[in-house]
């Protein structure tokens, strides 16, 4: 008999897009994957040759719980320099990833019952992550007129006494959306916790992008190398913890995953205090392929409002197309062969919209683009 847990957790549809196109890829289709939010660059060489290093210095054994310290002093030390805030090694959390990173925090803050407050639209597994600590979701929605801009006043309209915790994501997962220095003070001032997912850091286009914690210290931040660093299969991420949360989040740590990668560690100690020329040419593909993408599809028909100016995402309205987006997606997977990923699973206010990723190259977006006309043309 199945856990409640495991039956309730619903299906991660940009995954079940990314299945299907693999099942038709092997059957001879030529798919254009738009779907799925992964740097298409390689690691930067230098991260790599640390790598190398680590494994032919014998670094492959357990490292300390809370990760090994030269990286823990790397994180603080970026953070200083970036955005001039003051991180001891002994507040970071050296992680597999930021997935992880978020299921020890939240089992670390929410009990049963407290309240997380979410936008919707956002990533559409952090409602996932908080019900399966038996969290309660508060959504707040956010709107394609306002560029999906949190609004601080609506987020107060929705504080109760139970409320734990505000999450936010700047740059957003799905809409690209950067938010301002300040409204991310406002947010800092609603009174409960703030867990900011900073994964998209690096990833702007004519935007700043900012750190919570250059406004308040009751705040989480959740950090990671695998979207501008390039390193998702390396599996590397970190929380940054007021001090009183750390030592509880370290033994879930301990019991629940050992350590992170001793291998990736070492290769993100270079990630982080290296100057890297690749990424600086990576972020200047990214947008242009962000501009091309943008144009085409309101030519096409779509509507973006307000223009997205960060990480590799543009989640466009195809409202006047379709009320169905999974359905939508689906149909254009078999019939045009582009895989998009449907904008319900982002949450209900994102419903009718598909978010396109532009982590591909930009021959490959011009044809995935000219499908997707001949498509709308012969079949909407």
Not at 206 to 214: C, R, Y
Not at 244 to 272: E, H, T, Y
């Amino acid at each position: 008999m199945l856990s409640e847990r495991a039956q309730q957790i619903p299906p991660f549809l940009v995954m079940e897009i990314l299945e299907k196109a693999k099942s038709l890829e092997r059957d001879g289709a030529d798919i254009i994957h738009l779907e799925i939010g992964e740097p298409d660059f390689p690691t930067p060489v230098k991260i790599r040759q640390a790598a190398i290093e680590a494994l032919e210095q014998g670094k492959t054994h357990y490292t300390h719980s809370m990760g090994i310290l030269p990286l823990r002093e790397a994180i603080a030390d970026h953070y200083r320099k970036k955005y001039n805030v003051v991180v001891s090694p002994d507040q970071v959390i050296v992680t597999m990833g930021t997935s992880p990173a978020l299921l020890l925090l939240l089992s670390t803050l929410v009990n049963p019952g407290d309240e997380v407050i979410l936008s919707d639209p956002c990533y559409a597994c952090y409602p996932n992550f908080i019900r399966y600590v038996n969290g309660q979701v508060v959504s707040v929605p956010v709107h394609a007129k306002e560029g999906f801009v949190l609004q601080p006043e609506t987020i107060k309209e929705k504080v109760t006494s139970h409320t734990k915790a505000i999450m936010i994501n700047s740059p957003s997962n799905p809409t690209g959306t950067v938010l301002s220095a300040a409204i991310l003070k406002a947010i800092s001032e609603t009174g409960p916790y703030i867990i900011s997912d900073e994964i998209y850091h690096g990833l702007t286009y004519g935007a700043e992008e900012h750190s919570i914690l250059e406004f308040t210290d009751r705040a989480f931040v959740l950090n990671g190398f695998s979207k501008y660093y390039a390193m998702t299969g390396w599996r590397l991420g970190y929380i940054i913890a007021p001090t009183d949360f750390v030592r509880p989040m370290q033994k879930l740590q301990q019991n629940l995953f050992i350590c992170a990668s001793s291998i990736s560690q070492w290769a993100g100690v270079v990630a982080l205090t290296e100057h890297h020329s690749e990424l600086d040419d990576m972020v200047e593909i990214y947008d242009t392929r962000r501009k091309f993408l943008l144009k085409s599809l309101r030519e096409l028909g779509f509507k973006v409002e307000v223009e997205p100016q960060g990480a590799f995402y543009i989640l466009a309205d195809a409202r006047q197309f379709t009320a169905h987006s999974f359905q939508f997606s689906l149909d254009i997977l078999e019939k045009a062969h582009v895989a998009v990923t449907a904008g319900v699973d982002f949450g209900r206010n994102a419903e009718g919209f598909l978010r396109f990723s532009y982590a591909n190259n930009l021959q490959n977006i011009e044809k995935a683009m000219m499908r997707l006309e001949k498509y709308l043309r012969e079949n909407v």
